[in-house]
């Protein structure tokens, strides 16, 4: 059974979606408050999908960081490793609010099963490469449906509440990153073994079949509301609305074609109207991050003689920190009411200080400390604008807003490295601080947009 995107359901303003039915599990839309069985079935549904991204990052880790060291071995030039590089990038930008409304339209299994093993091929023909252009061929697979994560947040976000959202996807961003701090150092461990670059693709592309085979076996029923629900949503919009039928109700007879263009358009009028702070504060803030990171071991070897191998260290350092973030988003949002714009505002506000701290520190006593704060604020300013796209969004079409927001994302990879070599060209801090002045602007956007944004807390739906 699938769980499908639920593109016709609308939420009738100041209505609760529905009252909780007995055999419901709790801590989803359809369920919050029952008990039971199925109570343990949601839990086991929802560590089934920790556990999916868990291996997902876990598996992809272990090979990304290697992917400039072994396509210059098969003697690309530092300009070809840079396009087959940013190759990647680019195909996402276009890929990801495609496969995002694909998701919504076929459904979460069938569309998380075909990412998981195209990936996966992917990654088994990377490790086939003998060549640069079989390894710029082996990134299309993945460039284009790696997008396990996005539908897995998708999927988190169809069966929680929405109070409830922004701590089950922290706590699934969480399971993700500890699997990206132990990935890099099984991958490096690998890579000093003869043909070590090819065992560690193999293993990757055999960590996303298990993923595949795990997502095969979920207990999709527990994952499915009941049709009391449907049809309590439906007279919900209906009594909103004063109309006798949800006006998209139509669109479930539409081939999967028109129903994909459908989506597309809404995305469309969402970017350019309601959506518009949100997306452009993700961008800033996804960049400032990226030009942070673009330097580090350089700047760091460079203001303070500190060796790579130690910069490591205080990378995965950092990456644990951010996984622990996911666990104080409850009580962060909890002091303050579950207003994530706020959180959002001040985790930005934050960052920014944090970055030109970073840019003018003097010792690598400063440089440990802004790295701390920099992971917390982070991966709190991440969870907090996925939970405002599909609040202001409407969770009517989640896979596609969570693709959107992914494309966005691949934006920032594109124009990231760029601004970097420029601002590297003045100083080591450049990229930092032209990071902290993005920053800025992010929060301005959001200062100047807080009532509006603050005030759509009930998901919004662009009528035709």
Known sequence: MEFKGRRGLRRAPGKALATPEPGQEPGTRAVAGAAGPSAAGARRFLLCLYLVGFLDLFGVSMVVPLLS????????????????????????????????????????????????????????????????????????????????????????????????????????????????????????????????????????????????????????????????????????????????????????????????????RDMKSLVFSDMWDIFLVRLLMAVAVMLYYSNFVLALEERFGVRPKTTGYLISYSSALGALAGFALGPILRLYRHDAHAVLLHSSALTCALLLLYSVAPTVGLVVFSSTLLAFSTALGRTCVTDLQLTVGGSQASGALIGLGQSVTAVGRIIAPLLSGVAQEVSPCGPPSLGAALALVAIVIMSLNKPRSSGSRIGKLKRE
């Open 69 to 264: 060291l072994h396509v210059r071995s098969l003697g690309a030039s530092p300009t070809v490793a840079g396009i087959v590089g940013s190759s990647y990038g680019i195909l996402q930008l276009f890929s990801s609010t495609l496969v995002g409304c694909w998701s919504d339209v076929v459904g979460r299994r069938s569309s998380l099963l075909v990412c998981i093993l195209l990936s996966a091929l992917g990654y088994l023909l990377l490790g086939a490469a003998t060549n640069v252009f079989l390894f710029a061929l082996a990134r299309v697979p993945a460039g284009i449906f790696k997008h396990t994560l996005s539908i897995s947040r998708a999927l988190l976000s169809d069966l929680v509440a929405e109070k409830e959202r922004p701590f089950v996807i922290g706590h699934f961003n969480t399971a993700s990153s500890v699997g990206f701090i132990l990935g890099p150092m099984v991958g490096g461990y690998l890579t000093e073994l003869d043909g070590g670059f090819y065992l560690t693709a193999f293993i990757c592309f055999s960590v996303f079949i298990l993923n595949a085979g795990l997502v095969w076996l979920f207990p999709w029923s527990e994952a499915k509301p009941s049709r009391s629900l449907h049809r309590r949503v439906q007279r919900a919009w209906q009594e909103a609305d004063g109309t006798h039928q949800p006006k998209a109700s139509g669109k479930a007879a539409w081939p999967p074609w028109a129903q994909l263009l459908s989506a597309l």
